[in-house]
């Protein structure tokens, strides 16, 4: 944090980041200004490409950057909960320099003692000028924002810079506080003919080691990580990471019946990663005993009409307990439920050049769908890119009844 000289790729970047460029012409300390952007859009830029960095859950992805006479003194973003907000961060860096600079901040300045103390007083008491902020804060919970404050005590205060970029980076977060609900991004691992596993049920391994490794760093990036208990038994994973630098995330399996078998990697490996199954309330309370003995912790929720669990239920128990971002890793059942709700937010496909034929899995989602293409959910600006020898093709997803 905090380093002018830094210039770097953010290949991880957060989950509902839209892409920026210009960083690295940002960072350097020197910018010419291009044709159609402005030089606040351009330190702007510089604030959001570097608030993708970290992993601040529960609170929201935040950069900021400090210019004086069109010098970049630094850039930094909030690395974890409990460190330095991105302005201090960034204030810290530049030192007494900051006196009389501008601030570049991607969401207005908070004006609340939280685990630390409002980063207003610290804009203040480093003589800041002017304040550039992107988007307004849509915490629900906040009472009295940053901006007025500031501009009572005479700094220049301009929002609503790169306003839908700033609104992408905070996207998970703006759910949970404003819906109490997580972020879900769909992983889905698919053949050429979009099948999801072979006529015996395997699906190990469709995609290349470039694709599983990028799915690893997904899932470093994510709080927890969600399969249905069909998965777990036809592929007994660890959905840990491993490929990839990071800390797994929780790992949660809908259960309603705890049908996970006591030898699964998954009660395995509960000691040492936190493992938690959403079951019914009908469930047995002996089986939940063995498996809390193992480690795992069992939640539970109504089922259903159907006998399943309920997902909003689910999902904001899994809120509740910090979750803000979830990355749902199938089968196809459970992304079925998901999109049937719309409750998906994003998707991860990654297309393997392969067939697999019609025997085993229906489709890779298995829900009703829609009844013609121009109400499918859809990737808005999706992005291709190249795994090894598999496409991936990811970015938010748009329901057409919902717009
Ligand atoms: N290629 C990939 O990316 C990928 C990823 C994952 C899995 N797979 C493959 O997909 C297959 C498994 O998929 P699947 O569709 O059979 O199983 P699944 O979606 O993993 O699990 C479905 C089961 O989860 C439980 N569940 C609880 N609440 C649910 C809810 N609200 N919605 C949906 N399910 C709920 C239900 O069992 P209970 O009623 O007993 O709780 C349901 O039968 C395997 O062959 C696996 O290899 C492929």
């Known amino acids: 944090m ?74 930094a973003h909030h690395e974890t909960a409990g460190t330095d907000h991105a302005e ?6 530049a030192g007494d320099a900051a006196r009389g600079a501008t601030l570049y901040v991607t969401l207005e300045p908070c004006n609340h003692t939280g685990r630390t103390p409002p980063c207003t007083d610290a804009i203040l008491a480093a003589g800041i000028s002017r304040v550039v902020f992107g988007c ?10 940053g901006a007025d404050k500031l501009r009572a005590a005479g700094v220049e205060v ?78 007994d994973p660890r959905l840990t990471v491993r490929d990839a630098e990071g800390t797994s995330p929780v790992r949660v399996i809908f259960d309603t019946s705890l049908r996970l078998p006591m030898a699964s990697k998954l009660v395995a490996s509960a000691a040492d990663v936190p493992t938690w199954i959403i079951a019914s309330t009908d469930a047995s309370p002996s089986t939940e005993e063995a498996l809390t ?31 803000v ?3 749902v890793e199938g089968g196809a059942e459970l992304a079925g439920s998901l999109l049937a709700g719309q409750l998906a937010d994003e998707l991860h496909a990654f297309l393997a050049p392969v067939l697999l034929g019609p025997r085993g899995r229906p489709g890779a989602v298995d829900w009703a769908g829609p009844s013609t293409p121009a109400e499918a959910p859809r990737i808005g ?21 919902r717009a």
């Open 2 to 75: 905090g380093d002018v000289s830094r210039n770097t790729q953010d290949q991880d970047a957060a989950p509902a980041a839209t892409s920026a460029d210009g960083e690295g012409a940002a960072v350097r300390g020197s910018f010419h200004e291009s044709a159609g952007t402005s030089p606040d859009e351009r330190w702007m830029n510089a604030a959001i490409s570097d608030g993708r960095r970290g992993h601040p859950s529960p609170n929201p992805h935040v950069g900021a950057a400090v210019v004086k006479d069109g010098v970049l003194l630094s850039v």
């Open 88 to 93: 201090l961060a960034a204030l810290k860096a």
């Open 136 to 145: 307004e804060d849509p915490n629900p919970h906040v009472e009295g924002k």
């Open 158 to 235: 301009q929002g609503g810079v790169l306003r839908d970029e700033a609104r992408g980076l905070i996207a998970p977060w703006t759910k949970h506080v404003t819906r109490g609900l997580p972020y879900i991004s769909l992983k889905l691992a698919l053949s050429l003919d979009g099948r999801i596993a072979t006529r015996s049920g395997s699906s190990k391994w469709i995609t290349g080691e470039q694709a599983r490794a990028r799915v690893h760093a997904l899932r470093a990036k994510h709080d927890a990580v969600a399969i249905g208990i069909g998965t777990a038994l036809a592929d």
């Open 293 to 323: 003995t193992r480690g795992v912790e069992v939640l539970r929720v109504p089922a259903s009409a159907e006998g399943r669990i309920e997902p909003l239920p689910a999902l904001r128990m899994l809120a509740a307990r910090g979750i």
């Open 325 to 327: 971002t979830l990355m």
């Open 381 to 401: 600006n999706a992005r291709w890119e190249l795994c090894g020898s598999d496409a991936y093709v990811h970015g938010p997803l748009v329901y057409p009844e």
